[in-house]
C-alpha cells in the first residue's frame, strides 16, 4: 500500500474483521503515524525504507516470549550481515550499525490460555534513505553503508527468509545469537528505570529479555529500563537514542 497510519495498526485492524494467513507481510511506502519502542515514533521518507509488519502464527509459552522479539531481531541482523555489514542489537529492539541505528522492531503479541498464540512483527528498515533528523544517536541506511540502491522487494524477501529461518530454531539458539549480536556487551553502561540512574558492566540479556547489569560482583536484571549511555572504544560514553 502507498500508506498508512502504521503497518502495526493495519494488521491489528485486519485481524479484527477476518482471519488472516500466517506469514501475511503488510507493507507501506509511507506511515503518518509510524511507532517504535516505548511510545517512540518511526520517521521514514516516503517509498525510501522497509515498513513492514509481519503476521505470525505462534505457539510460545508466556514465559519464553522473549523467543519472538529475539528471533526477529537476530533475523534483521543476520540478513544485514549477509549483505557484508557488521549489525548489532541494542537492547532491547534497536538493530545498529557501527554505532549508527539501522533498523527498529515493534513487537505486539497477543496470549491466550498462558501462550502466545499470535505475534504482529513490526519491522522498520533504512534502506535507500540517506539524510535523517539529527538524533542522540544518529540514524544510517543499507544505503549510506555501501553506496548501493536496493530494490525494497528484494529487502523484503530477504528479511521474510531470514525470520523464517531463526523461527524454525530452538529458544536457546536464538537467545545465543541474540546474545552475540547484543551492542555493548562486556562494556560499561548507564540505564535509567523508575527515574533512578543505574550503572554497571552489561553482561547479557537473560531468557525473559531483561537487561543483566553487573555492579560488583552481582548482577542485576531489569525489565523496564532505558539505556542512556554505553562506553564507547575510546571510553567514551556514547549517548543512546
Not at 42 to 58: A, E, H, I, Y
Not at 105 to 116: D, G, P, T
Not at 183 to 196: A, H, P, Y
Amino acid at each position: 500500500m502507498t500508506e498508512t497510519t502504521s503497518t502495526n495498526n493495519y494488521t491489528s485492524e485486519l485481524l479484527r474483521q477476518s482471519v488472516i494467513p500466517d506469514w501475511t507481510a503488510v507493507v507501506a511506502s509511507y506511515q503518518s503515524s509510524g511507532r517504535g519502542q516505548r511510545t517512540k515514533s518511526w520517521q521514514s521518507d516516503p517509498g525510501m525504507n522497509l515498513l513492514c509488519t509481519v503476521f505470525r502464527k505462534v505457539q510460545v509459552a508466556v514465559e519464553q516470549q522473549f523467543f519472538v522479539s529475539a528471533a526477529t531481531a537476530v533475523a534483521v541482523c543476520d540478513f544485514l550481515k549477509a549483505q557484508g555489514l557488521a549489525p548489532s542489537i541494542k537492547w532491547p529492539n534497536d538493530i545498529m550499525i557501527d554505532q549508527h541505528k539501522v533498523a527498529g522492531l515493534l513487537i505486539e503479541n497477543q496470549v491466550a490460555r498462558q501462550a502466545i498464540e499470535q505475534s504482529i512483527i513490526g519491522i522498520g528498515l533504512n534502506v535507500n534513505q540517506r539524510e535523517f533528523d539529527d538524533f542522540p544517536w544518529t540514524a544510517t541506511s543499507l544505503s549510506l553503508q555501501t553506496g548501493l540502491i536496493y530494490d525494497l522487494d528484494v529487502v523484503l524477501n530477504g528479511v521474510l527468509n531470514a525470520l523464517k529461518n531463526t523461527m524454525k530454531q530452538s529458544f536457546e539458539e536464538v537467545h545465543a545469537q541474540y546474545t552475540h549480536y547484543l551492542f555493548g556487551r562486556g562494556k560499561w553502561c548507564e540505564v535509567t528505570q523508575s527515574g533512578q540512574k543505574i550503572s554497571g558492566v552489561l553482561e547479557g540479556v537473560s531468557r525473559e529479555g531483561e537487561l543483566m547489569l553487573r555492579q560488583e560482583h552481582v548482577i542485576y536484571s531489569y525489565a523496564n529500563a532505558s539505556i542512556l549511555s554505553i562506553e564507547s572504544d575510546d571510553q567514551g560514553s556514547s549517548p543512546v537514542n
